[in-house]
């Protein structure tokens, strides 16, 4: 696997600051840091795999928030009514949920042909005020919850002693190595992959090579769906409670670690290292602002001033590259 | 269509009435607003329209007018601001610190009420400039761009307050919140004003039409010496300003400033441009719409209170209702014709679904060609083949424009 010169960068950018994190508190740097690290940004991590695949169809989804909760609430609520008690119905039923969800915004994506970005705004709202309006907005505590969730969720591959007490590596790590493996196949080994970086490139081309842009729709959305059903149903046998109004709203942290990572908005160019390495940025910067002792109002402020540096970077070199080919690009879009 | 053409061109030019009636999309809004008033009658009566109500939706009305008039803008260039509201509040909160003495202190009252009202406008208006230069010299798409740039407004808005609301304004200054004019609150007026101001600059200048000719088509524009830097920077500089006033509006309303407030106007804002029919795609819409539809949203916003809907049920609806207007809009002709075409000539009716199936692909060609299905009759199945290269030609060139 070749590394991009972005991506070398934002190494960089991680090792430089972990280390100025490590001179103002040495407590940063031990192997508690990165199993934490692991554990938080699972859910991020699984959903930047779906969303890389829709930027590189040239769309953008930021419904899956809204469809990871939605598809992990409806199926506790269904598990509860019919006394299931394993993680795997949770997820199964949760990625059927999602599914659905994805390729409803996949249909509409194809019919209106109006920017993703607001049918997805619009959807995104639609699935949590249907789920709101048919499942209930109840709160399922821990007590409630079967305990097969948080024996799943807080579950430990590798078992480290630490300084304080045992420390170790969370079960989440292994959703999400598959989630990243399957997304490299899906889109360098296979067809389905290849057109739907084709139709990010140009619809026009790819639909000349005979490529079906509603069907490569379909998948990709649908893809997205299935997973969000899957980081929501990791993320609440991690927090081990169901409430109706969690994660909506840090969907654009995503999208903004997408984009960190390089992942292009008009499509067809993004990279999985990349991707991650976003995330674990937006999560470092969270996490660490603690040791460097400031509160977590700053974490915004961070997160915007590296988003707008490495978005005008990436950009202005494909404007120079766009102006050296002549190619006429409009910039509001 | 010559005759049509002509007809169009006299009625614009003619009475101040028939302002309205030259364009089919205010006429389905204004239809739409005349029946949710009269439906709003019937099923609340006084409660909606006692004198108190019209009142506080008429105090409620300008701080998300002036979002929505930001993001119009942005959308004329087939553009999207999502920093208007963490701009207003950004800039609301320099006020708030600037009004309650925290920074600048020993002025008098009136001189605080001055550097805090300049201040915020020009702050705002940097911001928007800010977005504009990131848009236009970088080459960022504007989705992005404003969505780093949102990220970063509120981040600095945080770090400032640490989430904290800033209180404890002048009285002299939150008067004016609360003050009227013959009973109509006075920010409301100031709404109209710069409602009529914006409609003025973009339908009556030139520069406003170079605004539209851009939006509709910035490659043509740029080819006819219009420039795309200067245009994307003056659209997203108005439309930080626009941001800057709504941000001084929600304070001296409310009377303290914070983080997140009006989180949920980025989406209604949306909303509201799609309804009022100001295309995404950029070049279409007028500012009339604008004030129409924030109207009548705040008529239905009203209407949910008085229901006592909850918060999640009226996510449903403006959920809903974007999706369907989105979809009315793309393909409503369309939608009546297959209703109407079964009736109008049944042994058609096969074909017509077949076409209905497929017509997700075929789309394009449909649209150039609608008469052609319920009209002719036989011949139809016939020219298919022909219909599906022709549309096959018809959808390149549209494919072209992404999101």
């Known amino acids: ?333 | 269509m010559q005759q049509n053409y002509h007809k169009n061109l006299k009625a614009t030019k003619s009475a101040p009435l028939t302002y309205f009636t030259a364009d089919a999309n205010l006429n389905a809004l204004l239809t739409v607003f005349v029946l949710l008033a009269v439906v709003c009658a019937i099923a609340f009566g006084s409660a909606m329209y006692s004198g108190a109500n019209l009142q506080s939706m008429a105090f409620q009305i300008p701080e998300f007018g002036f979002v929505a008039l930001g993001m119009m803008l942005a959308f004329l260039v087939g553009g999207i601001d999502l920093s208007i509201v963490a701009n207003a509040c950004l800039s609301g909160i320099i006020a708030a610190f600037i009004l309650t003495g925290q920074w600048l202190p020993g002025m008098s009252d009136e001189w605080r009420i001055a550097v805090a009202v300049c201040s915020a406008l020009g702050l705002s208006t940097l911001m928007g400039l800010f977005n504009g230069l990131l848009i236009a010299t970088c080459a960022v798409s504007s989705l992005i761009a404003t969505l780093g740039t949102m990220t970063l407004y509120s981040g600095i808005g945080m770090a400032l307050t640490g989430g904290r609301s800033v209180v404890g304004f002048p009285e002299t200054f939150t008067a004016g919140g609360i003050a009227t004019v013959g009973g109509v609150p006075l920010i409301f007026l100031a709404f109209i004003v710069v409602l009529a101001a914006m409609a003025l600059l973009l339908e009556r200048t030139g520069g406003g039409r170079k605004l539209y000719l851009f939006g509709g088509n910035p490659v043509a524009a740029l080819f006819s010496g219009i420039s795309n830097f200067r245009m994307n920077v003056i659209t997203f500089t108005a439309s930080g300003f626009l941001a800057g006033l709504s941000g001084l509006t929600i304070i001296m309303r409310v009377n303290s400033a914070k983080v997140g407030y009006g989180d949920a106007y980025v989406f209604q804002a949306l909303i509201v441009c799609v309804i009022a029919g100001i295309h995404p795609a950029g070049g279409r819409g007028k500012v009339i719409g604008i004030g129409i539809t924030t109207v009548l949203m705040q008529m239905a916003a009203s209407a949910f209170t008085i229901m006592q809907l909850s918060p999640y049920t009226t996510k449903l609806i403006w959920g809903l209702m974007l999706v369907l207007v989105l979809g009315l809009t793309r393909d409503g002709k369309r939608l009546l014709q297959l209703v109407r075409a079964p009736l109008k000539q049944r042994h058609l009716a096969p074909s017509v679904e077949a076409e209905s199936a497929d017509f997700l692909t075929k789309r394009n060609s449909l649209e150039d060609s609608e008469a052609s299905i319920t009209t002719t009759g036989a011949p139809y199945s016939a020219v298919n083949g022909q219909q599906e290269i022709d549309g096959k030609r018809a959808v390149l060139p549209k494919v072209n424009d992404k999101a």
Request: aromatic residues 10%; neutral net charge.
């Open chain 1, 1 to 333: 696997m070749q590394i991009e010169r972005s991506e070398v960068i934002l190494l960089i950018i991680i090792a430089l600051y972990a280390l100025g994190v490590a001179v103002v508190n040495p407590a940063f740097l031990s192997i508690e840091t990165v199993f934490d690290l692991v554990r938080t940004s699972s859910r991020d991590i699984i959903l930047v795999m779906g969303l890389l695949l829709i930027m590189l169809s040239g769309g953008i989804d930021i419904s899956f928030m809204s469809m990871a909760l939605v598809g992990s609430y409806c199926a506790t609520v269904i598990m509860m009514r019919y006394e299931f008690s394993s993680v795997a119905v949770l997820i199964t039923l949760a990625c059927c949920f999602g599914l659905i969800m994805g390729l409803f915004n996949a249909l509409l994506v194809s019919w209106l042909k109006l920017p993703p970005f607001i049918i997805t705004l619009g959807t995104m709202n639609l699935f949590h005020g249907l789920m709101a309006t048919l499942a209930g907005t109840r709160t399922y505590g821990a007590g409630i919850l079967p305990p097969s969730f948080n024996e799943f969720g807080s579950g430990y591959l590798l078992e480290i002693e630490g300084e304080y007490g045992v420390i170790g590596l969370s079960v989440s790590i292994i959703p999400v190595a598959l989630v990243i493996v399957l997304t490299w196949f899906i889109i360098y080994k296979t067809m389905l992959g290849r057109g739907i970086v084709a139709i990010g490139n140009s619809e026009e081309a790819a639909l000349r090579l005979g490529f079906r842009p509603l069907w490569l729709r379909l998948f990709a959305y649908g893809y997205i769906g299935v997973l969000a059903g899957l980081a929501g149903s990791l993320y609440i046998c991690q927090v081990n409670a169901v409430y109706p109004d969690k994660m909506i709203g840090e969907e654009l942290m995503v999208v903004a670690g997408a984009v960190i990572g390089g992942t292009s908005i008009s499509g067809g160019k993004g990279k999985i290292f990349g991707a991650i390495l976003g995330i674990v940025i937006i999560y470092l910067l969270k996490s660490t602002l603690i040791f460097l002792g400031l509160s977590a109002s700053w974490n915004n402020l961070f997160v915007g001033i590296i988003l707008v540096l490495s978005l005008s970077f990436t950009a202005y070199q494909e404007k120079m590259r766009n102006q050296r080919h002549l190619l006429f690009k409009v910039e509001s879009r």
